[in-house]
């Protein structure tokens, strides 16, 4: 298990752009892949960007091109920068580390969220 602390949210106008940054209490190096989740009032929890350790990232359909995730191995750190907030990107985001059995993805440690709000 590794402990996770999210910081960078808050509140910006549509258009706008925040980056979030999750701090891992220990090394990143061997958890296969660092994510961002997000949920919204009344929504199920999605999945907005996760990365990998061989660089390689996937991402939500309504954040694809305007969210890039990155991951600092060294820092034991993983950024979501987020541009062209929109305020249907308001949400409670979460930073996860999971490692894979197979196909099937095991979270090793999830952070305890962070406010987002896009709001004029």
């Known amino acids: 298990q590794v402990d996770l602390v999210e910081s960078g949210g808050g509140l910006v106008q549509p258009g706008g752009s925040l980056r979030l940054s999750c701090v891992a209490s220990g090394s990143i190096v061997s958890i296969d892949a660092m994510g961002w989740y997000r949920q919204a009032p009344g929504r199920q929890r999605e999945l907005v960007a996760r990365?990998?350790?061989?660089?390689?990232?996937n991402y939500g359909e309504s954040v694809l091109g305007r969210f890039t995730i990155s991951r600092d191995n060294a820092e034991n750190t993983v950024y979501l920068q987020m541009n062209s907030l929109e305020p249907e990107d308001t949400a409670v985001y979460f930073c996860?580390?999971?490692?894979?059995?197979?196909?099937?993805?095991?979270?090793?440690?999830w952070g305890q969220g962070i406010q987002v709000t896009v709001s004029s």
């Open positions: 996860n580390a999971a490692n894979y059995v197979g196909k099937f993805a095991v979270s090793v440690g």
């Open positions: 990365v990998f350790n061989d660089g390689n990232t």
